[in-house]
């Protein structure tokens, strides 16, 4: 069972930049020790590529450590069944090895792909959420439109994205 108020949502783009991905990978872990030590427990991953597959790959590596990070959860909120139905065999091999590490998964639409279970996704994992943990550059798509959700729902979240605005970067 969820208890909002213990739980953290991700979202971020499926392409983030190369040269800032191992830079990205250590902010995300701190703001997670954060977010623990701060009395979430519960971290949900929308299961798409890019950001919510590494926050994945990153709570698994942390619940490692059972003496520190021994109460983490990795909870899945998949689109759908077949969400990874399009993606390359590397790609899906990652999905499920994320699956088989989380500890809970929930299915937003049990019928299959819809034009909307996306979108049905995005606001479940908003509103099962207290905060999230994003990386987000631009308005448009999925992320834009999660956080846009959250502003609503007055969720707090940190922009991991914002880091690099004080720098000379081609991303940010």
Known sequence: MIETEKTCFFSGHRILPAIKKDKIISLLERSIIEKYNAGITDFISGGALGFDTIAAQTVIRLKENLELYGKMRLILFLP?????INW???DQNILSTIKFYADSIEVIEKSGYTSTCLKNRNRKMVESS???????????????????????????????????????CEYY
């Open 80 to 84: 759908c069944y077949d969400s990874d």
């Open 88 to 90: 390359n065999i590397d």
């Open 130 to 168: 207290c905060c999230g943990i994003v990386y987000k550059t631009t308005n448009h798509g999925g992320t834009g439109q999660t956080v846009a959700i959250a502003k609503s729902l007055d969720r707090p979240f940190i922009n991991l994205a914002d880091y690099f605005k004080s720098e000379n």
